[in-house]
């Protein structure tokens, strides 16, 4: 029996060296790692599935890897704590062009986008009366090419509202949607 445990405990002992040596951990869990060394699963030395550790210096973010998949995204090193960059949009300029009359139910402004990219942006109008009361204010969505210039048109709701138009007054700025 002494003999038979001892063939025990080398073949356990030997198992215990080979898992060691390809990567293999005995803890529990299947990847799932909250300390230094510790989870199970495969690993490499060119595969990192816990966050625990990180070569070459400081990273900006830490990756955690909770399956066995091989999903890795790409990040930024260097402090920023994310791989996105947000950049903020500035609302574009708006000028009048020409009020709505009753032969032209509507009003035209030109629209200048201030950033390097396009995007969409809301221009809003007051249709005024003489009085400078709002008979009507209207939205119109506009897409504007980067650092260009686009003519709008904003509709009036119905036709008939444009013989209560004295003058249209639109917001100076359209701001980014």
């Known amino acids: 029996m002494d003999r038979r445990g001892r063939k025990l405990r080398f073949t356990a002992g030997a198992v215990l060296v080979v898992l060691a040596l390809t990567g293999f951990s005995t803890s529990r869990g299947h990847g799932h790692s909250s300390g230094h060394g510790s989870g199970g699963g495969c690993s490499s030395s060119g595969q990192d599935h816990d966050s625990s550790s990180s070569s070459g210096g400081t990273s900006g973010s830490r990756y955690r890897d909770y399956d066995d998949d091989d999903d890795y995204t790409g990040g930024t090193s260097g402090g920023s704590g994310s791989s996105s960059s947000s950049t903020t949009r500035r609302d574009a300029t708006v000028k009048l062009l020409s009020c709505a009359s009753p032969s032209r139910p509507y009003a035209t402004v030109e629209v200048t986008n201030p950033n390097a990219t396009g995007g969409g ?57």
Not at 150 to 174: E, G, N, W, Y
């Open 121 to 177: 942006f809301t221009v809003t109008v007051d249709f005024l009366d003489a009085g400078s009361g709002r008979v009507e204010q209207r939205n119109e969505d506009a897409y504007v090419a980067g650092d260009e210039t686009t003519t709008v048109r904003v509709d009036l709701s119905t036709p008939s509202a444009a013989a209560k138009i004295d003058h249209c007054k639109p917001q100076p700025t359209a701001p980014s949607r």
